[in-house]
């Protein structure tokens, strides 16, 4: 009879586990996320900062709802617009901020810290964009969305970009969390990802994305390096 009791406490305890889980991950799949798009360097009156938007929760109503849509906009301008705004920061970083320091502070490194702050902002946008929608199918047109921006710069030849869209689309919560909405990109669009993760793979100290870029430089071809 201890042994039941026993087992039945366990089950409790896994139950309610199991329950806080659900709960946790509806916050996060649920919550409206405010992305922050200012990565993309618009005006603050532009509509791609006009982006308070909620595909899930029913609190907020329809009026509230701002028309920002990624699915809306041009990939290949998208993918522009940011090689263009990674050009312009990589351009103005010194010598002096390459060298190794422990000393260093963000104010003595600031180019190359903002480098950092956008890749950062760039992950986190995919995730949360992705995340936004509440059904798998509209999920798939996002990553979809997102790999179309990549296979762009990856076209332009912006190395920096390209590895920060394949990681953020590789990440755990996208790539294992989402398995059925992946189930649901189309084979086109997992072929050019699987192709565009074999460049930007770190093996080697990512020998790949360092031997792309010395052939640019060799042709004299314009690129954006990692």
Not at 30 to 50: Q, V
């Given at each position: 009879?201890?042994?039941?009791?026993?087992?039945?406490?366990?089950?409790?305890?896994?139950?309610?586990?199991?329950d806080?889980?659900?709960?946790?991950?509806?916050?996060?799949?649920?919550?409206?996320?405010?992305?922050?798009?200012?990565?993309?360097?618009?005006?603050?009156?532009?509509?791609w900062?006009?982006?308070?938007?909620?595909?899930?929760?029913?609190?907020?109503?329809?009026?509230?709802?701002?028309?920002?849509?990624?699915?809306?906009?041009?990939s290949?301008?998208?993918?522009?617009?940011?090689?263009?705004?990674?050009?312009?920061?990589?351009?103005?970083?010194?010598?002096?901020?390459?060298?190794?320091s422990?000393?260093?502070?963000?104010?003595?490194?600031?180019?190359?810290?903002?480098?950092?702050?956008?890749?950062?902002?760039l992950?986190?946008?995919?995730?949360?964009?992705?995340?936004?929608?509440?059904?798998?199918?509209?999920?798939?047109?996002?990553?979809?969305?997102?790999?179309?921006?990549?296979?762009?710069?990856?076209?332009?030849?912006?190395?920096?970009?390209?590895?920060?869209?394949?990681?953020?689309?590789?990440?755990?919560?996208?790539?294992?969390?989402?398995?059925?909405?992946?189930?649901?990109?189309?084979?086109?669009?997992?072929?050019?990802?699987?192709?565009l993760?074999?460049?930007?793979?770190?093996?080697?100290?990512?020998?790949?994305?360092?031997?792309?870029?010395?052939?640019?430089?060799?042709?004299?071809?314009?690129?954006?390096?990692?």
């Amino acid at each position: 009879q201890q042994q039941m009791d026993s087992f039945f406490q366990q089950l409790s305890t896994i139950k309610s586990i199991n329950d806080d889980y659900k709960e946790r991950i509806n916050i996060i799949y649920n919550k409206c996320f405010i992305r922050d798009t200012s990565i993309f360097g618009f005006d603050d009156d532009d509509d791609w900062l006009d982006n308070r938007i909620c595909h899930t929760s029913p609190s907020v109503s329809e009026n509230e709802i701002k028309k920002y849509d990624i699915l809306k906009e041009n990939s290949n301008s998208i993918a522009k617009k940011l090689t263009d705004i990674t050009n312009n920061l990589l351009s103005k970083v010194t010598p002096k901020e390459l060298i190794p320091s422990i000393k260093k502070k963000d104010l003595t490194t600031p180019y190359v810290y903002q480098l950092i702050q956008k890749a950062n902002k760039l992950n986190l946008f995919i995730i949360e964009e992705i995340l936004s929608y509440d059904h798998k199918s509209m999920r798939a047109k996002v990553i979809e969305k997102f790999i179309q921006i990549a296979n762009g710069l990856y076209m332009m030849n912006n190395f920096n970009d390209l590895l920060t869209v394949v990681s953020a689309l590789g990440s755990f919560i996208i790539q294992n969390n989402l398995s059925k909405s992946w189930n649901v990109v189309t084979k086109k669009y997992k072929e050019i990802y699987n192709y565009l993760k074999e460049i930007v793979t770190f093996e080697d100290s990512y020998k790949t994305i360092r031997e792309m870029s010395a052939k640019c430089y060799e042709n004299k071809i314009k690129f954006t390096p990692y």
